[in-house]
């Protein structure tokens, strides 16, 4: 478990892919933390990371620069971001399946060669 006071991040790691649970307040202060365990998991080599925010109970811009961040850095990764329907409001049924608790999946795209 890595973390401060009011943030932690649990990791687990199956294979390649690092799930990653936030737990508290990513903010100005945790954002570093958060962003240094996402490159140490990057320099092990994770291909795919699952970012859990179940337990996230707040985030300022400087905590959503670091989710955007992390998606700049892992692009040629997958990227699902988690949560309960308890904490993200419902904008569409159709959006999202009920059972799951995907909020949003990033594939790698394929980069063009030029040859």
Avoid at 41 to 69: C, H, M, N, P, W
């Amino acid at each position: 478990m890595w973390g401060m006071m009011s943030f932690a991040i649990a990791l687990e790691t199956y294979g390649q892919t690092a799930l990653l649970e936030l737990v508290g307040e990513l903010d100005m202060a945790a954002s570093p933390t958060f962003s240094e365990v996402v490159g140490d998991q990057l320099g092990r080599g994770s291909a795919a990371f699952v970012v859990d925010l179940d337990k996230l109970t707040y985030i300022d811009s400087r905590g959503l620069y670091a989710l955007i961040e992390m998606l700049r850095s892992v692009r040629n990764a997958v990227l699902s971001l988690l949560s309960s329907s308890q904490c993200w409001p419902r904008y569409s049924s159709s959006a999202r399946d009920s059972s799951s608790r995907r909020l949003a999946t990033r594939r790698p795209r394929s980069r063009p060669s030029f040859t």
